[in-house]
């Protein structure tokens, strides 16, 4: 008889009983050869568009890499299309969006188009990985926070301190304000229409989350990241990268988990946050050296977590596309042979 499969929802539940079950943030990207040869010939979007293609590639990492979920396959800068804004892919950038939003004036020219109608594609995506992924692998919707998203559209494009965003939030507060306040509401119905098509759980990306001081941070972004998880009907994972330093402030958000990046130590996260899941949070690059230094830098993550009911096994960013594919087995491997009691 095999031995039974990690539950992920349990472990977000803080009921897990078994071994901790594992996924990665980026899973389903170019580190994998399979997806890069899905992905010849297709522009970004359009593969994402593509409910054959997207969810080919979320079910990719379940099927090569034995992952106890799978994360849709999709983009946080896919809702600016609902702000009627121009999406387009730019190979070796990333997405970019158009014209960029810099002012409330800016703000006020956005459309509000119906989230579910202009990302309908997703519904599609959803219901195909649904019916295409095995027994007690559950799936992951995501949204970018509202922050994250402002990040993007403020700039255009990931642009170094983001220069643009860090005036717009300086020089207009109300005005930066009410526009997070139109994006919470977008991201609500985005996430929305990903619970009712199905996923069984959900992370809120919060990239850029290192770039405001803590104060602002507890003011502008926790309260739009609780309304946006108060609208989502499944456990919620926050993972706001850059916040170990003010870890603690982020527990009493009513989420099911946290994601940890790798600049906390995982048993000193769980001293400062206790009562809810955590998610993490091998250093990503750890996966660049050989097979025996990442079994010894995941065997002493698990370590320090031994059970514990309620953690998800993950890295601390996600998966860099020049990752060996070897080593992202060994990744793996490690997780799947630690015991308890290893030497
Ligand atoms: O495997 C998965 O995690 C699921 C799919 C997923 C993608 N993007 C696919 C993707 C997820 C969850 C994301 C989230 C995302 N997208 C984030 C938040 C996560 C993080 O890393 O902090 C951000 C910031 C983006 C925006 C984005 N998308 C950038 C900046 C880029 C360019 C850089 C890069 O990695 O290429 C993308 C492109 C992107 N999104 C790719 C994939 C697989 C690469 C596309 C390709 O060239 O095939």
Known sequence: MSTPRPDFLAALAGRNDGPPPLWMMR????????????????????????????????????????????????????????????????????????????????????????????????????????????????????????????AYLVEGRARKGFPALKTFTYADPAGFAAFLDLLTDTLCAYGQLQ??????????????????????????????????????????????????????????????????????????ARQRCSGKALQGNLDPTVLYAPAEAIQRETWAMLDKMQGDRAYVV?????LAPDIPESHVHAFVEAVRSWTPDHE
């Not at 899973?27 to 409910?51: I, M, N, V």
């Not at 020219?109 to 692998?137: F, H, K, N, S, W």
């Not at 958000?253 to 906390?264: E, N, P, Q, S």
């Not at 993950?314 to 996600?318: C, D, P």
Request: proline share 8%; glycine share 8%; with cysteine.
């Open 314 to 318: 993950n890295l601390g960013h996600g």
């Open 27 to 150: 899973q389903a990207g170019r580190t994998l050869a399979s997806y890069r040869k899905l992905r010849e010939g297709t522009d970004f979007l359009t593969f994402c568009k593509t409910p054959e293609l997207a969810a080919e590639a979320t079910l990719l990492p379940v099927r090569e890499l034995g992952v106890d979920a799978a994360i849709l396959f999709a983009d946080i800068l896919l809702p600016a299309e609902a702000l009627g804004l121009e999406l387009h892919f730019e190979e070796g950038v990333g997405p970019v969006t158009s014209p960029p939003v810099r002012s409330a004036a800016d703000a006020a020219q956005l459309q509000r188009r119906d989230v579910a109608e202009t990302c309908d594609y997703l519904a599609g995506v959803i219901r195909r990985v649904r019916a295409g992924l095995p027994e007690g692998v559950p799936l992951i919707g995501f949204a970018p926070s509202p922050w994250t998203l402002a």
């Open 195 to 268: 619970v009712e098509a199905g996923v069984q759980a959900f992370q809120i990306f919060d990239t850029w989350a290192e770039l405001l001081p803590p104060p602002l941070f507890y003011e502008l972004v926790l309260p739009r990241v609780q309304r946006l998880a108060d609208a989502i009907d499944v456990p919620v994972i926050y993972f706001a990268k850059g916040t170990a330093a003010f870890f603690e402030q982020l527990c009493p958000l009513r989420v099911a988990a946290l994601g940890c990046d790798w600049t906390i130590d995982i048993a000193e």
